[in-house]
């Protein structure tokens, strides 16, 4: 069910190119793990997760960072 709920944010992970995404519900809860290409995708995805009303009890996400030599490109 939270996936349902979460469906904008993994449609935003697949557009940012986060590799290697994981989603799984485990008591109660949305992980999210995967590696963003560099650190302006992965705060990206956290703004919009940070977007739903009570994400800090139903979502955990574990997003690394492939290339930390520079934040982002255009």
Do not use: C
């Amino acid at each position: 069910m939270l996936q349902d709920k979460y469906r904008p944010i993994l449609d935003l992970a697949n557009q940012l190119n986060i590799h290697d995404l994981n989603t799984q519900e485990s008591n109660g809860k949305l992980n999210i793990k995967g590696t963003a290409p560099y650190q302006l995708e992965k705060n990206l995805l956290w703004d919009k997760i940070k977007s739903f009303n009570g994400w800090e009890n139903e979502v955990t996400a574990d997003i690394g960072v492939e290339h930390n030599d520079v934040y982002g490109r255009y």
